[in-house]
Structure formats: C-alpha cells, structure tokens
C-alpha cells in the first residue's frame, strides 16, 4: 500500500550501509514484536489492529452516532497524544478548516491542550445557543491542563442541561480501574471508554482515545483500523524488505554519520496535524540520553518561502522525510488568461495536482543538491484506509528506530521536570520547599 524511496539517501552514505544495520535491525524488531527489549509492558498497540476490544469498539461507533445525532459541537478535552492523533486524522482526510467545511457532523473543538485563557474563551462562545458533548480524555484526570478546561466546561454543560441532562453528554476515556477521572465517571454514570494501560499516549491513536473523536467526525473507523491491520501484517516479516527496516536504518544511518534534525514535510495543508503527531511520536520516543534526532516540520509549498533558504543552505545537520499523496480528493484547471500578464499560459490547461507534483519533485532535487538527504513516502490517496498504514507504519518504525539507538522507545522521564516546577510554582500541596527554591532562583 506504501512506497518507499531511499534514491536520494543512498549517496549520502557509504556503500553497504545497509548491511551495517542489518543485526541491530534484527533485535530491534524482536523486541518490538516479541516484547524482549526495555519497555515491554507497553507494547500493546503492536498487535491493536487485529486484537481490540470489538464490544468496545462498537460502543464507541453508537457513542459517535449519538453525537452527531445530538450535538452541533463535541469539545475533545485532552493533551499530547490524547488528543493529538484524533486531530491529525481528522483533519488530514477532510480539511485544516474542519470546522467550516464539515457536512452533517458536529463542529470539533479541542480544548485542554494548553493554558490560554483567550483560546478557551474562544470556544465557548462558539458553544453558546448550540447543543454540545465533551469527550475529556485523561487517564488520571489530574493532568493540569485537561483537567481545568475539563472542570470550566462540565460546568458550563451541567448549567446548560442541568446534572442530569449533561451527564448523559460527558463521554470520559481513562483507565479502566484508577484514577480521579475513572472515580467520577462511575459516581456520575458518564459512558467510559478504556486508555490501555500497555499503550502510551503517543501511540493511542487507534484506541478509544482517538477513534471516539473520529468517528463523531463522520470518519469510517473500520477502514482506518483496516488499513493498520493490513500494515501490521506486512511489518510483523523481518528482514531488508521490510519498509519499516529500511526507514529506521536510513535514519540511523544519517544519524551516525552527523544529521541531527528530521524534517517532516507534506503537500497538503491538511496534513499539518499529522505532523505535529509524528513530532511527539518521535521526539518522545527517542529524545532521551542525550541522544535523537531532532523532529521537526514544514508545510510545502508555503514554507519554501520561509524555511526553504535554510533548509538549502543553512547548516547541513538535516534530513528530511516527504509524505507524498498520490491522489488528490478534487480536480482544478488553470484558466488561460488572453493578456498573459503572469506570464503564467504555459500552465494553461493543466491540472494543480500536475504543478503541485513537479513543484515537490523539483524541491526534492534542490535539496538533495544542497546537502539535504531525502525519504520519500508515497501514500496511494487521503482515504481511512490509507491513513491507518501510514500511522502504523510510522509507529512500528518508531519503534525498531528507538531499540536501534539504544533507548527505551516507550518511557518519557524528562516530561516530570516541567511538571513538578510548574506544580510547585502554583502552589499544590506537597510541593512547599520547591517551591520556595524556584522562587528565590526566578528572583535573582
């Protein structure tokens, strides 16, 4: 279903490259698939594709028809990959401008993903004069920034319908048998939904965490979960064939050799979100020990007038991987104008998706001719299907690219420190004497 082109990586690197990686590719995909390296109690989305909870995930397709059926709006409160890998696969099959274009289905708002006032504001005064639900996504229910937005909106929703009336639109995804948010959900009789406790935010995407917002968005998660299966089965088989193996190898490859950043570039502006999924994915899976490529992202054509100069002449630290859709959703023709003024007539007639292809494939040889090593990654069209293989294409690369640089793909010990600063700079119970120490270094 996928294609992968490493013609443009190979002369950056020596001959037989590939056969260099071939071991640690090797233990690497044991540990992944058979759970033998660090951080096995988390693999469970390996095999999610073929073994999730089918009563479950029938519950979440009549919970999602009820919301469309009901709500003009449903606020998805969450934060990283709880509400990252929803966003990324709504918007990537329908639009950037979801909201606005959206035919039949409830307005989408995300909340709990920061600490804007202006931005909450800003979506509760679309809420007003409309039916609305909240899907809050949490497996403790004590995370900052979920959990405020999550308490200013139940009350906004229980002033609106009363306890009752808003209990039956609060849908809670959390842990199955702790938490404060699974304890309120059981006292207030919500509809739950499970946050695997063998599944890490970043790769929960195919759980309830994402397909419950998805599905309200009209989205056909079978097909989605389909086309994660059919990848499945085709990176469970080891060896050089395997296109998850060949995209960690390049990328550890180019690493040792002195790249340090990654750059993820789409053509489609409604493939932005999928880029900011694939930067957690990565960046905590790998960035850990002094160690990772540095994920970042760019929207083409746009940022070929802002990032393109450095990109093409700034310090050679980069590569960059392209996901290309070979199909678009539309057809446009470029009218001829008799004046010409553009100078633009030799495009007369010809369709956006035949200047959109020549423009990628003329940025990729200027890159490649300026030190930028490229992966191109085509993908056959924006369909559910598709959309599901490239998402666990990318998980399961994360995967053996993590065991191959030697960390542990699936913890993220460096996001406590922020954490505990910021509770103990708002005043949270326990954290007194740190707090009292970061003051007095702000104060200096």
Request: hydrophobic fraction near 40%; include cysteine; charge should be negative.
């Amino acid at each position: 279903m996928l294609h992968l082109d490493l013609s443009n990586v190979t002369p950056f690197l020596p001959s037989g490259w590939r056969t260099g990686e071939e071991k640690g590719l090797e233990k690497a995909h044991d540990h992944v698939l058979n759970g033998t390296g660090a951080g096995s109690d988390f693999l469970g989305w390996v095999r999610l594709p073929a073994d999730y909870d089918k009563e479950e995930f029938a519950r979440i397709q009549k919970a999602a028809e009820k919301i469309r059926s009901d709500s003009k709006a449903l606020v998805v409160i969450g934060i990283g990959g709880s509400y990252l890998g929803a966003r990324a696969v709504i918007e990537t099959l329908t639009s950037n401008n979801y909201n606005l274009t959206r035919k039949g289905g409830p307005a989408i708002y995300f909340a709990g993903n920061g600490l804007s006032a202006d931005g909450m504001n800003e979506v509760i005064e679309q809420l007003k004069d409309i039916d609305w639900s909240i899907n809050v996504i949490s497996k403790s229910g004590t995370t900052t920034e979920p959990a405020v937005a999550f308490r200013i909106f139940k009350a906004l929703l229980e002033e609106k319908y009363g306890k009752d009336g808003a209990r039956g639109r609060i849908y809670a995804t959390t842990d199955a048998k702790r938490g404060a948010l699974k304890g309120l959900a059981d006292k207030e009789g919500y509809e739950e939904f499970v946050v695997p406790d063998n599944v890490g935010g970043r790769f929960s995407v195919l759980t309830a965490v994402g397909l419950l917002p998805i599905a309200a968005a009209g989205i056909d998660i079978e097909e989605l979960m389909s086309g994660a299966r059919e990848e499945m089965e085709t990176l469970s088989k080891p060896g050089m064939d395997n296109m998850a193996w060949q995209y960690a190898a390049a990328r550890h490859a180019l690493y040792e050799s002195g790249k340090k950043v990654e750059i993820l570039a789409g053509y489609e502006p409604s493939f932005r979100f999928f880029a900011e999924w694939w930067k957690q994915l990565y960046g905590e899976s790998e960035g850990k020990e002094g160690k990772g490529l540095l994920p970042a992202s760019v929207e083409f054509t746009a940022d070929l007038h802002s990032m393109g100069q450095f990109i093409q002449q700034g310090e050679r630290v980069m590569l960059e991987t392209v996901v290309r859709f070979d199909k678009a959703h539309t057809a446009l023709t470029i009218p001829n104008d008799p004046e010409n003024v553009d100078g633009l007539n030799f495009l007369s007639g010809k369709s956006m998706a035949f200047v959109a292809e020549q423009a990628m494939r003329g940025t990729i040889l200027a890159h490649v001719d300026g030190g930028v090593p490229n992966i191109l990654i085509t993908v056959p069209q924006r369909s559910a299907k598709c959309l599901g293989a490239l998402i666990y294409f990318f998980e399961f690369a994360c995967g053996v690219s993590g065991y191959l640089l030697g960390v542990n793909p699936f913890d993220q010990p460096g996001v406590e420190a922020y954490k505990n600063n910021m509770y103990a700079l708002l005043g949270k119970p326990g954290y007194e004497s740190q707090k009292a120490a970061l003051e007095k270094r702000l104060e200096s």
